[in-house]
C-alpha cells in the first residue's frame, strides 16, 4: 500500500519515542495503520504505551524517530500537525483535559466554533450532539461539577461535535453505567468513519470493533498474534477476558 492509497487514514512506521529525560522507549519501532473502514480495538496493560501512542498521533508527543502520515501527508512539525488535529476525534483518557469551559453547552461548541461554525449554528449542533448521546438535560449545568461518567458523555459529546474524520478513544467507557454504555455501542456501531478505541471491558471492545490489537514492549500485537477471548475455568483470572500466550 502506498502513503497516498485514499484508503489509508493514518499511518505510522518505525516510531520510537521515550519521554524526555527518560532512556526507555514507550514506543519502540512501532507500526499502525488505521485504514477507512477499520474500527480496531485497544486492549492492553496498564503503562503500555495506548495513551502515548494517541498523543503522538495528534502531535502532542513528538517521536524520536519514525513516519506519521496522516490523511496521506507526512507530518513531522507543529505546523503540519494544525490543519490535521481538527479532523482527528480524540477522546482524552482524563475528562478534564479536555472540558474547559463553563457550561457543557459551551464546551460541546467550543469545537464547532473553532472550526469556523457562527455561534448560531455552533449552538444547534452542540444541542443536536447532546441529544444524540441523550444528556440535552445538561446543557446549562457546569461542567466541573459533573460527576466523572457525565464529564465522559460531555467530552464524548465535543468530540462527535466535531464532525470528525476518524476517532481515537481513549477508554470511552470508563465510569459509565450499563444502560449508557450501551447507547455509546450504539452511536458507534452507527457511525461511518474509522476509529481506534482503547479499553480494558473486553465486552464493549468486542460489540463495537472488528479487531482487537493489544501492545507489548512498545509494539503493536494484531490479532493474529494474540487470542484474547472470554472462557471459563478456574484459575486466578477467572471470567474476565485474558491473554494466554
Ligand atoms: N509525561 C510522562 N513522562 C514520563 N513518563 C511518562 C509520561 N506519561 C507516561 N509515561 C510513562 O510511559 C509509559 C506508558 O504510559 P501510557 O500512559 O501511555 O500507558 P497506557 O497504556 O495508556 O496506560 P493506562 O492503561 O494506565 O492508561 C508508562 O510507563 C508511563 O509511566
Ligand atoms: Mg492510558
Do not use: W
Not at 26 to 38: A, M, Y
Not at 103 to 116: K, Q, R
Not at 121 to 128: G, K
Amino acid at each position: 500500500m502506498t502513503v497516498n492509497d485514499p484508503i489509508n487514514v493514518i499511518r505510522l512506521e518505525d516510531i520510537c519515542y521515550a519521554y524526555p529525560g527518560t532512556d526507555t522507549n514507550v514506543l519502540n519501532h512501532l507500526d499502525l495503520e488505521i485504514n477507512k473502514g477499520h474500527r480496531i480495538g485497544m486492549m492492553a496493560p496498564n503503562g503500555s504505551g495506548k495513551t502515548t501512542l494517541l498523543h503522538v498521533i495528534m502531535g502532542l508527543c513528538r517521536p524520536d524517530s519514525g513516519t506519521i502520515t496522516i490523511f496521506g501527508k507526512v507530518l513531522k512539525e507543529e505546523k503540519d500537525f494544525v490543519p490535521v488535529r481538527s479532523k482527528i476525534g480524540l477522546l482524552f483518557q482524563d475528562s478534564d483535559d479536555q472540558l474547559f469551559c463553563p457550561t457543557v453547552l459551551d464546551d460541546v461548541a467550543f469545537g464547532p466554533l473553532n472550526l469556523g461554525f457562527s455561534r448560531e449554528d455552533a449552538i444547534d449542533i452542540a444541542r443536536m450532539t447532546l441529544e444524540r448521546l441523550g444528556i440535552e438535560a445538561f446543557e446549562r449545568h457546569i461542567t466541573h461539577r459533573l460527576s466523572g461518567g457525565q464529564k465522559r458523555l460531555v467530552a464524548m459529546a465535543a468530540v462527535l461535535a466535531m464532525g470528525p474524520d476518524v476517532l481515537l478513544l481513549d477508554e470511552p467507557t470508563a465510569g459509565l453505567d450499563n444502560k449508557v454504555q450501551k447507547k455509546l455501542i450504539h452511536i458507534l456501531n452507527r457511525l461511518d468513519i474509522p476509529y481506534f478505541v482503547i479499553s480494558h471491558e473486553f465486552d464493549f471492545v468486542s460489540s463495537v470493533t472488528d479487531r482487537i490489537y493489544s501492545m507489548e514492549n512498545g509494539r503493536i500485537l494484531k490479532d493474529d498474534e494474540i487470542h484474547i477471548h472470554r472462557h471459563e475455568h478456574v484459575h486466578k483470572h477467572g471470567r474476565h477476558p485474558h491473554i494466554h500466550k
